[in-house]
Antibody
Framework: QVQLQESGPGLVKPSETLSLTCTVS????????WSWIRQPPGKGLEWIGY???????NYNPSLKSRLTISVDTSKNQFSLKLSSVTAADTAVYYC????????????WGQGTLVTVSS | QSVLTQPPSASGTPGQRVTISCSGS????????VNWYQQVPGTAPKLLIY???QRPSGVPDRFSGSRSGTSASLAISGLQSEDEAHYYC???????????FGGGTKLTVL
């Protein structure tokens, strides 16, 4: 059974960089697209970006200037870095796997709350 | 402001059938398939329906989906108390080259 687990600091100061890692277990990171999704408290879901296991990326234009997503296939991990954060970036951050041949996200991490505050 | 439009709330009594609508545009629902997610508060979203009307393994056949034009809908028949959750529609958007989501519908089982 594939499992995803987000890890990283739960508190980030304004103007600093938010860094999260998603570790994939129970399956290989190869041959899949991997996404980051976030959900501000009490609000809906927002797609952040995705990365293919080969390293190809695509980012939400609203975050593109501040965003880097990378993959480490040797560790079965992919990571998110969001720079110059503000309170508006406070959210639960999820990592998720996109299905092969479809756009549905079939496996999700449990999510991690990141609060931006001084 | 979400790209896809859903009613903020829906409700029904046990055993009833309820539907949740999702409206988009030609760049998303009009040209790409729709997925639906169920989210119980405090937990991660769970894929409920993919490619308009396909159910992942383990999802009861009480849940069904459809798409027509730039709209889609999720139907839940034989409503049960454990169906109380938030439901989100999503579709690939050709302009974004990524998925867009609805604002979510909170389903209450009365």
């Amino acid at each position: 059974q594939v499992q995803l687990q987000e890890s990283g600091p739960g508190l980030v100061k304004p103007s600093e960089t938010l860094s999260l890692t998603c570790t994939v277990s129970g399956g290989s990171i190869s041959s899949y697209y991997w996404s980051w999704i976030r959900q501000p408290p009490g609000k809906g879901l927002e797609w952040i970006g995705y990365i293919y296991y080969s390293g190809t990326t695509n980012y939400n234009p609203s975050l593109k200037s501040r965003l880097t997503i990378s993959v480490d296939t040797s560790k079965n991990q992919f990571s998110l870095k969001l720079s110059s954060v503000t309170a508006a970036d406070t959210a639960v951050y999820y990592c998720a796997r996109r299905m092969v041949g479809a756009t549905g996200l079939d496996y999700w991490g449990q999510g991690t709350l990141v609060t931006v505050s001084s | 402001q979400s790209v896809l439009t859903q009613p903020p709330s829906a409700s029904g009594t046990p055993g009833q059938r309820v539907t949740i609508s999702c409206s988009g545009s030609s760049s998303n629902i009009g040209s790409n398939t729709v997925n639906w997610y169920q989210q119980v508060p405090g937990t991660a979203p769970k894929l409920l329906i993919y490619t308009d009307n396909q159910r992942p393994s383990g999802v009861p056949d009480r849940f069904s989906g459809s798409r027509s034009g730039t709209s889609a809908s999720l139907a839940i028949s034989g409503l049960q108390s454990e169906d109380e959750a938030h439901y989100y529609c999503a579709a690939w958007d050709d302009s974004l080259n990524g998925p867009v989501f609805g604002g979510g519908t909170k389903l209450t089982v009365l």
